[in-house]
């Protein structure tokens, strides 16, 4: 059955289940975030080994949004969605009942993939179901709805690892998943309007056309570097929390929670300062972030507590939520014709980008106290910095050609 023919209530129940589809990747990749170190312990491996489970999840989710928009758009929203959730139920189970990482590792990039269907599924959701007014009305509440995932993911997570072992998240999440699946299968349906036969050749040329532009390119670097300035804290803050500063997971989950509303405060003074120009809000603010870990490292030489190392990283999340959400915005009206693939492009090179982040944090080296946090922000923060000038200097090009090109039929 199509949901545009369906009753008003059973409509309103399948909005109901796709708003809570939508913290969804959320809460894969941040709700076990408080029990890295208890896994590293109860694994027996190191600190990189777990950490590489979360890499593990982002390269595979983001290789993913590359190809499924065309896949759901020829078989349509429905079965993709069913089949990924009836996974994602099954490998969570999974991973309770194995003690190699490795084995952790393949079921997160299984659940990467997965995760990018359902994903791509309910973001074209209200595109599909509903008109213009309606759907400016539910996509005005999107992204206030994602960011409940990173918020309240890390915070549940710390409280179930403290009372009931890291198993606790994976079986959570299997709980996450068979409420959606069971609501999708008896008051969803599809919601597609026309089929589009995947076309390879044509996605191919497509994406190779966004790939010339330096401006979308440089902008998905921007949203991606921006993206793994967060991961700095998420990939080895657990780490110094517990075994540093001698806290538990509970601890860690307030500390995630609280840097989770920082991102959240960003994108709303991003919104709030729309009406600025974009060169000088985006300079200022990218300069600011950079004196700010400048100071941090010079303060975390000299104090080595959680106030601190948190004070400076919740400002630092500020300025990496406000300039990734301008960056959002920018890149996403380079393809007006082609929002949705666009959109997969962006969001596939955005996760591939903070995977190859998370990698490089991970793997650099020893991280046991605050200076050295410092040290990481500086080391995602600088390219950060280093691509938002070419891509400021690329926006001043292009508006000055705009210029000269008018004048030049005026004359």
Known sequence: MHLRDASPQRKKIATILTFLSIPLSGFMTDIYLPSFPSMARNLSVSEQSIQLTLTCFFLSYGFSQLFVGPVADSVGRRKPMLISLAVLLLSSLAVTFTGEVLVISLLRIVQGIATAFIVVAKRAYFVDLFDDEQRKHYLSYFTIVWSCGPIIAPFLGGFLEEHLGWQSNFYFLTIYAAILFVGELVFSGETIRNYKKFN?????????????????????????????????????????????????????GYCTLVLGFAWMIGGILSKRFTPVNFTKKIRLVSLTQLVLIGLFIGLGSMIDNLVLLVGFAFIVHICSGFLFTNYFTQNMVFFPGNAGIAGGLMGGLLYIITSMGSFVISHSGSITNTLDMALRYLLIAAPLAVVIFFSLRYFKKRDLRKRQSVLKVQG
């Open 200 to 252: 390879l050749k044509k996605t191919g040329l497509l994406y190779l056309a966004m790939l010339k532009n330096p401006g979308f390119i440089l902008g998905i670097a921007v949203l991606g570097c921006a993206y793994s300035v967060v991961m700095v804290f998420n990939i080895a803050g657990p780490f110094v929390v517990e075994q540093h500063f001698n806290y538990n997971a509970v601890i860690i």
